[in-house]
């Protein structure tokens, strides 16, 4: 029963290959949000989905591109990896409204080798 | 300025002790204030969320939020060894959707 999960935990590709991390979440919320935590622990928003809509793309880089297909699923699709992708990216959703916490998934570890 | 910051630490305590961690933030339209707990390897988890001006206790975590001066702070009371971790203080900073903006986090050790 678990409320945002993520998937792949880790992936470890090569520079130049194109990969995609995939997020639901069974909570009913419907805001979903991608976050980019780096190699020192700073956590960044890239972007945010309300009911399917995209209201949030910070300055993130054309390679990064979201889709939700339903209000309980936002994936993430990475063109040409490079080494400053390498990062752990986590999910998150949140009921919306201004005093909503974000729930967290378990994050995906990508490493660019 | 950063949207969020906080003290980086490492912040030390021993064991019992209370832990104070700070918080500022830059926009005054900021409505709503959140800190989290991070383990090393984990997700970020809810501790504590406060909205109004003053205090707001739940076990052994106090949350103390001061508009005017754009602060908010966390202290965590008897601390202990499993209370060591990354806290991070988020503000939604609510116009037409929310966002919210995360600090840099500040690790807190407690030492037995």
């Known amino acids: 029963d678990t409320a945002v999960s993520q998937t792949p935990k880790y992936l470890v590709t090569q520079m130049g290959n194109d990969k995609s991390i995939k997020c639901e979440q069974n909570?009913?919320?419907?805001?979903m949000y991608w976050y980019k935590q780096d190699s020192k622990k700073f956590l960044k928003i890239m972007f945010s989905?309300?009911?399917?809509?995209?209201?949030i793309n910070e300055t993130v880089p054309n390679r990064f591109s979201p889709k939700s297909p339903d209000k309980a699923h936002l994936n993430l699709h990475i063109n040409s990896l490079e080494l400053g992708d390498s990062a752990v990216y986590f999910c998150?959703?949140?009921?919306?409204?201004?005093?909503?916490?974000?729930?967290f998934g378990n994050g995906t570890r990508l490493t660019v080798t | 300025q950063k949207e969020v910051e906080q003290n980086s630490g490492p912040l030390s305590v021993p064991e019992g002790a209370i832990a104070s961690l700070n918080c500022t933030y830059s926009d005054r339209v900021s409505q709503s204030f959140f800190w989290y707990r991070q383990y090393s390897g984990k997700s970020p988890e809810l501790i504590m969320s406060i909205y109004s001006n003053g205090d707001k206790e739940d076990g052994r975590f106090t949350a103390q939020l001061n508009k005017a001066s754009q602060y908010v702070s966390l202290l965590i009371r008897d601390s202990q060894p499993s209370d060591s971790a990354t806290y991070l203080c988020?503000?939604?900073?609510?116009?037409?959707?929310?966002?919210?903006?995360f600090g840099p986090g500040t690790s807190l050790s407690v030492i037995p």
């Open positions: 988020a503000v939604n900073k609510k116009t037409s959707y929310d966002k919210v903006i």
């Open positions: 998150a959703s949140s009921q919306g409204g201004f005093n909503s916490p974000l729930h």
């Open positions: 909570l009913g919320h419907d805001t």
């Open positions: 989905y309300n009911n399917k809509e995209l209201i």
